[in-house]
């Protein structure tokens, strides 16, 4: 029994080990995250190109949704070779043409999505993405228009997804604002429960 007992206490010690570790990767994660809303936060309230100094609206800090691992997300990236043109509404009723970049694939809540990157044409740099989205929390809990996605798509087949970074356009906060609205084909059939609310002035 000694020797059972002195083999088991390692493989306990391994599990415990792994155990902290995956709990000090969480809070990592987590901390960095508000690292990035809290940068977002300083921006919009500070800085003199922020939509709120440009319109000296006064600032009142955004609301977000509880940080979940869970939607962070490792996608598969399949690029668009064909030069294909999409025609986005904006905010206030006129059209801007993108061209489509690439299908970002992943898997969430046990369904596969996927959502169409765009690239800007006639302004932006070469590496300026274009991600916005809807899905079933908008008009509801987050703002109605769709939110924003910073995505980055290397030499790589494959990128990660953070909902929790997901931010609301500019025309949420500011009605001068005209913002491109999302894609048809990103308008999800699920509730993202991450990222930015839905901005409200009282």
């Not at 800090?61 to 986005?88: G, H, M, T, W």
């Amino acid at each position: 029994m000694k020797k059972i007992t002195w083999l088991l206490i390692p493989i306990l010690l391994l599990l415990l080990f792994y155990s902290f570790s995956s709990d000090e990767t969480d809070e990592n994660y987590v901390s960095s995250v508000e690292k990035e809303i809290s940068k977002r936060h300083k921006y919009l309230a500070f800085n003199q190109s922020s939509p709120f100094k440009q319109f000296d609206v006064v600032y009142q800090k955004p609301s977000y949704y509880p940080i979940d691992k869970k939607y962070k997300v490792n996608a598969s990236v399949e690029r668009i070779q064909e030069r294909q043109i999409v025609v986005l509404n904006a905010s206030n009723g006129e059209q801007e043409r993108y061209q489509k970049f690439a299908w970002l694939k992943f898997s969430l809540d046990r369904q596969l999505l996927r959502l169409l990157v765009l690239k800007p044409i006639g302004f932006g740099t070469d590496k300026t993405l274009f991600c916005g989205f809807a899905d079933d929390t908008s008009s509801k809990g987050s703002y109605g228009g769709g939110r924003y996605l910073d995505v980055t798509i290397g030499k790589s087949n494959k990128t990660s997804i953070d909902f929790n970074l997901a931010y609301n356009p500019y025309c949420a906060y500011i009605d001068e604002y005209i913002c491109p609205l999302p894609p048809t084909e990103n308008i999800l059939a699920i509730a993202i429960e991450a990222g930015e609310r839905a901005y409200k002035i009282e």
